[in-house]
């Protein structure tokens, strides 16, 4: 058989089979059957890509928002006042929140990198620190804040969030 001739060729336990005449039913079935599960998967693989990017969105307004909520109670609360602690407290919350919720792929990437970053400035790490003296005296809770916080410290600089132990 002039193999160059036929075209294509399918290599089978050492056997040639050429496209659209060696090829049985079975083949063909097996054949159409593969495509379809490419297909399938590949749909799937899409849907459940959409379905993240949706629930991401999610989590990203929910947070946003929680945050302007505590942002405004604290500006219209007295300073030093128990109700302005309690904000403060609400305020670590979301942040421990934030790396919980980062760290199981649900925030996204580019969005989490943002807010973990409010920490790279030292004013608002200090105001944090400050928050977490006030309102966590014990520092038995933010356990991953704290670590991201503690690596800033023996590391004395910023990281990404790829390399965060919080
Ligand atoms: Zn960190």
Redesign the pocket.
Known sequence: MDIAAQGCVWTRGGEFLTYGRGMDGATWIGLGTLVAAVVGLSLVGWQLREQRIAMQAEFGNLYIQRYWNIDDDLLLTLKGSEEHRRHRHRYLRLFEDE?DVASLGFLNRQQWRAW?SV?DGQKALDRVKDDLAVCNPDEDEFE?LR???R??EREDAI???A????
């Open positions: 790396f973990h920490l991953r670590a991201c916080i690596q800033r990281h990404g969030v390399n965060c132990l919080g």
